[in-house]
């Protein structure tokens, strides 16, 4: 039998996730302790407030074992928040702002000033050969740095970074589950072998 993919439940919009996961077939367990985290097979951070889901992963004693996850190499998808918990550098982070880190990359929280705080677009994704993907971005971080390790998977008209992946990990600055983009889940899935 397979594990389900966890999704990271403590904050944000985990909710849109397991719907995603649901859409393309592949069951899901939304994770709030170390014994859920233990049952899955992958996870997904989701969307919402990374200092929040910083704060919160520490209180619910999840925080080092997601990082020994990271390093033992589950499969984690992050989206935006999500993404900036698995970078291993911030910029604009709040005192004492902490990531799980294992993406070796930079990222600048809240990067598209007021009036670009949220906007869609269509993007080239890497491995998505059957069309663009539509992209909304919500006070979206933007890759400033990509390091040997990672490798840039989307990229917005002007060149900014939105999407990279290492090894286990893929992260994106946009939401694909709030737009019923599912093909990056799916992506996800392939990459997870679930
Ligand atoms: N600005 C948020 C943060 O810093 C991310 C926004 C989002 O996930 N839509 O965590």
């Known amino acids: 039998m397979t594990l389900p993919i966890g999704v990271l ?3 944000g919009d985990f909710r849109e996730h397991a719907a ?4 393309i077939g592949v069951s899901s367990l939304k994770v709030r302790t170390l014994q859920e985290l233990e049952s899955v097979s992958a996870l997904i ?9 910083h704060k919160l992963s520490v209180a619910y004693g999840l925080f080092q074992p997601i990082k020994a996850k990271i390093k033992a190499g589950l499969p984690i998808f992050g989206t935006c ?4 918990m698995l970078s291993d550098e911030i910029i604009d982070g709040i005192s004492g702002q902490e990531t799980f880190g294992g993406l070796d990359v930079t990222v600048q929280r809240n990067a598209f000033g ?24 919500i006070r979206a971080p933007l890759i400033t740095r990509v ?10 008209p002007n060149g900014g970074v939105v999407g990279v992946q290492q090894e286990n990990l893929l992260g994106i600055s946009f939401h694909p589950e709030v737009t019923g983009e599912d093909r990056i ?3 996800f899935a392939k990459l997870a072998k679930v």
């Open 9 to 11: 439940a403590l904050q």
């Open 20 to 23: 995603a996961l649901d859409r």
């Open 45 to 53: 951070i989701p969307g919402g407030e990374s200092t929040v889901i």
């Open 81 to 84: 928040a999500g993404l900036i």
């Open 114 to 137: 007021h009036q670009l705080d949220s906007f869609e677009v269509d993007l080239d994704f890497e491995g998505i050969t059957d069309g663009q993907v539509h992209a909304a971005f």
């Open 147 to 156: 390091g040997a390790a990672a490798s840039v998977v989307a990229q917005l």
């Open 185 to 187: 889940h799916a992506l």
